[in-house]
């Protein structure tokens, strides 16, 4: 059973840092590549930052210089460092892994979130 468990959400000041981390279970963690989603109240879910197995790492643009994505294959983790936080941060934030099989089949998990919001 793959599971996929968020923690460090919470409540911040603008201005604030947060750092968020995901543990993987039942899923061989090193092969796969893990990001991070966030959803907004009235907005679609969105990519914030991945890091694929081999490390190569990918930002949105309006976290660029302040977040920063990395994982820890041997504690099967991966971390969100949050800086500078502004309140438009204020959303769940959810842990995501994904990989395709040779047959470019999708393997692909979620966690169920954690709220940070960030006060102004």
């Known amino acids: 059973q793959v599971q996929l468990v968020e923690s460090g959400g919470g409540l911040v000041q603008a201005g604030g840092s947060l750092r968020l981390s995901c543990a993987a279970s039942?899923?061989?963690?090193?092969?796969?590549?893990m990001g991070w989603y966030r959803r907004a109240p009235g907005k679609q879910r969105e990519l914030v930052a991945n890091?694929?197995?081999?490390?190569?790492?990918n930002y949105a643009d309006s976290v660029k210089g302040r977040f920063t994505i990395s994982r820890d294959n041997a504690k099967r983790t991966v971390y969100l460092q949050m800086n500078s936080l502004k309140p438009e941060d204020t959303a769940v934030y959810y842990c995501?892994?994904?990989?395709?099989?040779?047959?470019?089949?999708?393997?692909?998990?979620w966690g169920q979130g954690t709220q940070v919001t960030v006060s102004s």
């Open positions: 890091i694929g197995s081999g490390g190569t790492t």
């Open positions: 995501n892994a994904r990989k395709y099989d040779r047959n470019r089949r999708l393997y692909e998990y």
């Open positions: 039942g899923i061989i963690f090193s092969i796969y590549d």
